[in-house]
């Protein structure tokens, strides 16, 4: 059974910085583009970043350029989410999945991926 675990959420103080990790188990995903989601209370839940296999030329929302960074590991089969200079609307649950397709070119498309984790909340306080 493939599954996606979510860790490193919490609660920061606007400025702050946040490490998430996201542990793939039941199968390598090292052939797949890993993605970070978000979803905020009411919201649909949007695109943050992702990462092909190679882990070059990464892929980021604007709204989160220069100050999270994606990169993976694949030999651990984890994907990580550096977090830094965290704004109080960054405050969502972030999902990892990994893409459908092991041919991705930057999709933004929830629909695109698949084997959603848990989710892990991060809040940021003002």
């Known amino acids: 059974q493939v599954q996606l675990v979510e860790s490193g959420g919490g609660l920061v103080q606007t400025g702050g910085s946040l490490r998430l990790s996201c542990a793939a188990s039941?199968?390598?995903?090292?052939?797949?583009?890993m993605g970070w989601f978000r979803q905020a209370p009411g919201k649909e839940r949007k695109f943050v970043a992702a990462i092909r296999w190679s882990g070059l030329s990464p892929y980021y929302a604007d709204s989160v350029k220069g100050r999270f960074t994606i990169s993976r590991d694949n030999a651990k089969n984890t994907v990580y989410l550096q977090m830094n200079s965290l704004k109080p609307e960054d405050t969502a649950v972030y999902y990892c999945?990994?893409?459908?397709?092991?041919?991705?070119?930057?999709?933004?498309?929830?629909?695109?991926?698949?084997?959603w984790g848990q989710g892990t909340q991060v809040t940021v306080s003002s």
């Open positions: 999945a990994a893409s459908r397709s092991t041919w991705y070119t930057g999709s933004a498309d929830p629909s695109d991926f698949g084997s």
């Open positions: 039941g199968r390598t995903f090292s052939n797949n583009a």
